[in-house]
Structure formats: structure tokens, C-alpha cells
């Protein structure tokens, strides 16, 4: 009656199949707390059918596909669930976005003062972390939902059971699990929970990754919510790499610098946990473009040109500046480049000085979004724009030929995918996050399929 599919069954057919499965011997059998309260009678059939021992448990449920309610709502109805002679008590709301999840991991950490077993569905993008650290809370229920392989799910945001198995490890999370994740607004284009959950098992490490999609301000995320799902390190992603440093207590020095970060990772003092951030995306990008012309040393003395000047225009640009290039900007919003260039001891460059005659640099870096997945055919400069024998270095890496590599390729210059940046920091952030030696060569190999898998689509 709060969502299901035969919404023209009658409470008392609804309860009538319920006792038949019952019966049959189900090991669970879940009817909402509405039908049993609205008509107390019908829980004493239902109840009679457990029949002979092994008896089924009973789940009682509560569904809100309309919002997210209170702590004190969910308290309330988990209560008179457990009143009722629940065996399992389940409550699925749907929070709007992530932070609304909250109240959700609030009563899912509770541990005094209830007796049975508790699975707490936040449903939606918002939710996805409640289906996969279940386990990670006090009097977790033995299950949890997931959908087959090509199936639609009967409630949104459902995984499938091979991605709880197999990405996830979800029956290997247990309350001391280390949990890790990205955040960032879009988030679900990601292939950071691949790469990562590949990598912690190939290393044999305990821990979970998961994508958050924040929306607004990241601290908020930081203070209420990571401390509740246990999360001990956090990648940070568009547009949160400059935002969320005032949640962090101490921020190494480049990054600082730079005022962007893409790593966190929590630290416990006497005090209670604190946040360090750093910037591996900086080392990444420099070593990266330093190995693709020629090697340590390569970068001295030569001029790469920047198109943005974001989070990860800051982190190239400080990177290679520290290696001894020679930085120039180019971006829609002038102003923001020439405070960039000001900053790094750098150069603005305007589109007419940048299609003239006799321009060169030795390396070309786009650092914004355009190129990316979904919209795969953007580009920040056109083929004739771009300047001849320059290295074409662009971030973006999913897809990942974007269409700027395509145009570089025709021109006849040589191309370096946004994929050895991205395994680059991201073996930099998971040696911070576990203290163990990145497997490099899976975390790529996990990116590579991925990407291939997407392309095929």
C-alpha cells in the first residue's frame, strides 16, 4: 500500500498471500506496519501460519517514496515496529539529496534502547551508501536488497547483487571496515569506486569506496555525516576542491598554495578526529607530463600552456611550475587566469595571440570539463587552434579519446590521455588512505575496462 507493485490487492489479500508464503516455509516475509495496524486482527492469521520450526521471520516495514522524514519520525516508527513483534524492522525513505540522508544514519548508529535487528534504506543516488554498510551499524539485519543482473529493481537506486558482491564486498563489511569514497556534484560518472575497490583487493586490504554526490557545502558533509559511516579518506572532485578546505584542521603546504585539494584523510587525536588534506593530483599531472617528453628533467625551461584555471588547472600548474616550466593560462573568464598567472608567476594568453602566426609552446593541458562524459563531443580548442608540435595533454580521461586527443591525433601532434593522471593520483591517494603500495597496473587495467565497457554502450 506504500509503493508496492499490486496496489489494487486488499490488506486482507496482501495478508492472506503472506501467511500462504509463510507456510511454504519463506525464510522472511515483510508486510508494512500500516496493514497490521489498521487492522490488528489480521496479525494473528499471519502469525498462526509460521507453522513448524524453522519459522520464518517476520520484517515489518514503513516506505516514504516522497521524502526523507525526521530522527524523531524514524525513532517513532521503528518503535512501534518492534512493538508489533517485529522479528526485522525496515524503514526505506527517499532523501532529496545526500546531506537529507542524514537523519538515516543517525538512527542506523543507535545502538541503545532497540532490541531487533534494523535495515535502514535511504533510496536514490542519496541513498546508495545505505545499501552497501548495512552491516557497518549496530543491530544490522542479516539481508539487505539488490536487483539481477539487467533486472529494473523494485525501488530506485537498487544495485545489483553482482556489484555488492563483487565491487562492494559487502559480505565482508563488519562494523571496523575502513570506509573511503569521492565526493563531488555529478558524481556518477566516477570511476574512482572501481579503480579503488579494485585495488584494495588485489592488495588485500579490509575497506569499501563509495561515490557521494554532495551537493552545496561539502564541510557540511565533512562534520555531520563522514564521521557516522565511519569514513577514514575522501577524494574530492568537481566542484569541491577549493570549498572543502576550511573543514580541514591542516593542509600540506603546495596545497595550500595551490588552494585546491583532492585528498583527505582523517587523522585521530586526543582531541577526536581531524581532517589532512593534500593535492595529489599536482605530482600526478607533472610526473605525467614529464615521462611523455622525455623523462626527469624534461619539463625545465619549457613552455605549457593551460586552458582553465580551476582546482585542477591550480594543481598542473603549480606541478609543473615546481618542475621548472614556464606556465601560460588561457580561460573563458579572463579575470580568473590572470589572478591564476599572477599567483604562479605565469602568463595570460588571449585566443588572438593563441591562433596567430608563430605561436608555440611544448605542451597543451585542458583542465576543464569540456570533453567529458556525457558531452563527449565538446572540445576547448578546435583543430586549427591548436598550436603546432605541442604535446596534447588533456585531463579529462572518460572518455577516454576525448575529442580534443581526436583533433591533436589529425593534426598530426602527439596525444597523452587524462588516464595516466587519474591512476597517478589515485595510487597516491590510496597509499595514503591504507600505508600499502598502490597496485598500479590493476588500478588501470580496472580503468581501461571500464572505459572500454562504456564505449561499447
Given amino acids: 500500500m506504500e509503493g508496492g ?12 498471500y503472506l501467511s500462504a508464503a509463510a507456510r511454504l516455509g519463506a525464510a522472511y516475509v515483510d508486510i508494512e506496519l500500516s496493514t497490521l495496524e489498521e487492522n490488528r486482527l489480521l496479525r494473528n492469521p499471519l502469525f498462526a501460519a509460521r507453522g513448524e520450526k524453522p519459522a520464518p521471520a517476520f520484517v515489518f516495514s514503513y516506505h516514504d517514496f516522497g521524502g526523507m522524514p525526521s530522527l524523531a519520525f524514524l525513532r517513532e516508527i521503528r518503535g512501534r515496529c518492534e512493538r508489533m513483534g517485529a522479528d526485522v524492522v525496515k524503514i526505506a525513505a527517499t532523501p532529496p539529496t545526500l546531506g537529507e540522508s542524514l537523519p538515516m544514519a543517525q538512527i542506523m548508529s543507535e545502538r541503545d534502547g532497540w532490541t531487533r535487528p534494523f535495515l535502514g534504506i535511504a533510496m536514490g543516488e542519496a541513498g546508495l551508501w545505505t545499501r552497501v554498510l548495512g552491516p557497518a551499524f549496530p543491530h544490522a539485519a542479516p539481508f539487505t536488497f539488490a536487483r539481477g543482473e539487467g533486472a529494473p529493481g523494485t525501488a530506485p537506486g537498487q544495485l545489483t547483487w553482482r556489484e555488492l558482491d563483487a565491487r562492494y564486498r559487502y559480505r565482508e563489511i563488519k562494523p571496523e571496515t575502513p570506509v573511503f569514497g569521492v565526493i563531488g556534484n555529478p558524481i556518477g560518472h566516477s570511476l574512482s569506486p572501481r579503480m579503488h575497490n579494485a585495488a584494495l583487493k588485489a592488495a588485500g586490504r579490509e575497506g569499501v569506496y563509495l561515490p557521494f554526490k554532495v551537493e552545496g557545502d561539502p564541510a557540511a558533509f565533512v562534520r555531520d555525516l563522514a564521521p557516522l559511516l565511519g ?3 575522501l577524494s574530492v572532485t568537481i566542484p569541491h576542491k577549493e570549498t572543502i578546505i576550511p573543514a580541514c584542521a591542516e593542509v600540506d ?7 585546491a585539494v583532492n585528498t583527505l584523510v582523517r587523522r585521530d587525536t586526543p582531541t577526536g578526529p581531524t581532517w589532512y588534506a593534500t593535492n595529489t593530483d599536482a605530482r600526478a599531472s607533472a610526473s605525467s607530463l614529464e615521462a611523455a617528453l622525455g623523462g626527469p628533467g ?3 625551461g619549457k613552455k605549457i600552456l593551460i586552458f582553465g584555471a580551476g582546482g585542477a588547472a591550480r594543481a598542473v600548474a603549480f606541478g609543473v611550475k615546481a618542475l621548472g616550466a614556464m606556465v601560460l593560462f588561457h580561460n573563458r573568464t579572463v579575470e580568473r587566469a590572470q589572478k591564476l598567472a599572477h599567483e604562479v608567476g605565469g602568463q595570460c594568453v588571449s585566443k588572438e595571440e593563441l591562433t596567430g602566426t608563430g605561436f608555440e609552446v611544448t605542451a597543451v593541458v585542458n583542465t576543464t570539463p569540456l570533453g567529458m562524459h556525457p558531452d563527449v563531443d565538446r572540445s576547448p580548442l578546435e583543430k586549427n587552434e591548436l598550436p603546432g608540435g605541442s604535446l596534447v595533454f588533456d585531463t579529462v580521461y572518460n572518455p577516454q579519446r576525448t575529442k580534443l586527443l581526436r583533433l591533436a591525433e589529425e593534426r598530426g601532434l602527439r596525444t597523452l590521455e587524462g588516464l ?18 598502490a597496485p598500479r597496473e590493476v588500478m588501470e587495467r580496472e580503468v581501461r575496462e571500464a572505459l572500454t565497457q562504456r564505449a561499447a554502450k
Fill in 5 to 16: 507493485r499490486n496496489l489494487h490487492a486488499s490488506r486482507e489479500q496482501r495478508v492472506a
Fill in 231 to 233: 569514513i577514514r579518506g
Fill in 253 to 259: 603546504p603546495l596545497a595550500r598554495q595551490i588552494g
Fill in 298 to 300: 624534461a619539463l625545465q
Fill in 420 to 437: 595516466a593522471m587519474f591512476v597517478g593520483q589515485g595510487a597516491a591517494q590510496f597509499e595514503l588512505f591504507t600505508n600499502t603500495p
